[in-house]
């Protein structure tokens, strides 16, 4: 007795049956791990952009006027004045 079609093991010439994979499946998982791989890639760059937020830095022009505006200011007339660059009312009014 044969048994139908759908279940006999061998096909007509004796070869197994051929199991293919459907090609949704396969451009769908790379399209799964592209995804996955952009996300991460995403957040590695929201959270570099985002940490230490807080923190406090200053640039060298930055720092430099700091230090002058931090001076007494005897001495923030007397700096500025023979550098001969910047006028000291700036420097007065930050300081």
């Known amino acids: 007795m044969l048994a139908p079609p759908g ?31 952009f996300v991460g890639c995403l957040a590695i760059a929201f959270w570099l952009g985002t940490h230490d937020l807080d923190g406090q830095s200053l640039w060298p022009d930055e720092a430099g006027t700091w230090n002058i505006a931090t001076m007494p200011v005897s001495a923030i007339s007397q700096d ?15 300081h």
Not at 28 to 33: A, F, I, K, Y
Not at 86 to 94: E, S, T
């Open 7 to 37: 279940l006999r093991s061998r096909s007509a010439q004796g070869k197994p049956p051929e199991h293919h994979v459907s090609p949704t499946s396969s451009s769908s998982s790379r399209r799964l791990g592209r995804s996955l791989i």
């Open 80 to 94: 500025v004045l023979s550098d001969q660059i910047h006028v000291p009312a700036y420097y007065l009014l930050l």
